[in-house]
């Protein structure tokens, strides 16, 4: 791929998923502390220039530098978008208006996945892809211009404030522990009112992106090698399996707001867990498929589960930080979980290897959800958790 080593591809990979990680532990804090909206214009200018020097990059060096730079922006972008939507919206209207935001991946995934499908089947270079990313990022930035900050952050930093300065434990519109809020959001997120579901999350994204990033990096060479399929395949693979995602992050959204959000994490798990397995027993190309599309359909659309839970569990005072916390943790399960299956490949082989480093994982990750505190979807936020 552009004509780098596989191993070239994965440090240049690993290097932009460390990057997220690093930036979404800082910009959650930040956005807590300074606002919502500042941060979230920093990230579509920070990803659409990284997009644009990544078209630019021919070297394994500059191909981590632009990655990178587009991991900073990239990796904070969405969390910040959920929290500014989960403050904003209407809370009997939040899980559609939060739907709405999460559908950008679904959409975005597949594009992207038919942009390559093309530029492969035609033979243009790949790294003009990047230069499609730039448009649509400006595009976005002017509209983002005119977002104001959200009303509970601006309620938030005046009570602490008068809190500060006059010990009067009480805000103007909306409630908020304000004993807790005046500390670092860090702090606060392993203090015991917070703790449990702070560890519970970050095993659970760190699982279910590793998990995603798998069957991007790893299944389609698994495909090639071990299932027969050809490579131009595995890519249509990926463009149909997308495609059908976005229904299923409908599907998610819709259900979550009948039965909770955690009910939807633990459910999807165990039908993702089932789709492993039929992967690795199936003989034909299209059972091969069929259960690729269900692997991608119920493991993706938890996106449209997860981090609304987030965002409707975590109070204010942190919501910016849980929200890219579990992000954070999501961009570590991106290298470890890949890394550890394409290692331990050489040793045990491939079907060993994806029931060890993705089905068991899976599996643990149902139990993880079924820990979490139960939620009530698109209550007043501040019934959720001050």
Wanted: proline share 4%; charged share 15%.
């Amino acid at each position: 791929m552009f004509g780098h080593p596989i191993n070239d591809i994965n440090i240049i990979n690993d290097t932009a998923f460390i990057v997220s990680a690093i930036a979404a532990f800082s910009f959650g804090y930040l956005a807590d502390k300074y606002g919502r909206r500042l941060l979230f214009m920093i990230t579509v200018l920070l990803y659409s220039f990284g997009s644009l020097i990544t078209g630019f990059s021919f070297s394994v060096p500059t191909f981590m530098f632009s990655r990178g730079l587009t991991s900073v922006g990239a990796g904070t972008d969405e969390p910040l978008g959920f929290t500014l939507t989960a403050e904003t919206a209407p809370h009997k209207l939040r899980g559609r208006q939060m739907l709405i935001t999460s559908l950008g991946f679904p959409v975005g995934q597949t594009f992207g996945a038919a942009v390559v499908y093309l530029f492969e089947l035609y033979n243009i270079h790949l790294t003009y892809v990047f230069f499609i990313g730039v448009l649509p990022a400006l595009f976005i930035l002017y509209f983002r211009k005119s977002l104001p900050e959200t009303d509970r952050f601006m309620d938030l930093r005046k009570a602490k404030n008068d809190y500060i300065q006059n010990k009067k434990e009480e805000t103007t519109r909306y409630s908020a522990n304000l004993r807790e809020a005046i500390k670092n959001p860090f702090v606060q997120m392993f203090h015991r009112d917070l703790r449990r579901k702070s560890i519970l999350i970050a095993i659970y994204a760190a699982i279910l992106s590793g998990s995603a990033t798998i069957s991007l990096v790893a299944l389609p060479i698994y495909y090639v090698e071990i299932k027969h399929i050809a490579f131009l395949d595995t890519l249509s693979f990926e463009f149909i399996s997308f495609g059908i995602g976005i229904i299923g992050y409908i599907f998610a959204a819709y259900l979550g707001n009948k039965i909770g959000r955690r009910n939807v994490m633990a459910v999807f798990m165990f039908i993702t867990s089932i789709s492993v397995a039929g992967i690795i027993l199936s003989t034909s190309y299209y059972y091969v498929l069929l259960f690729n599309i269900v692997f991608i359909f119920f493991l993706l659309s938890q996106w449209a589960a997860w981090p609304f839970y987030v965002n409707d569990m975590f109070p204010t005072r942190v919501r910016a930080t849980a929200s890219t916390y579990g992000y954070a943790f999501m961009w570590i399960g991106n290298i470890i979980m890949p890394t550890s299956l394409l290692s331990l490949v050489y040793i045990i082989g491939w079907n060993q290897s994806i029931i060890y480093i993705l089905m068991i994982p899976i599996i643990f990750s149902i139990i993880i959800s079924s820990l979490l505190n139960r939620d009530i979807p698109n209550r007043i936020l501040e019934k959720n958790a001050v």
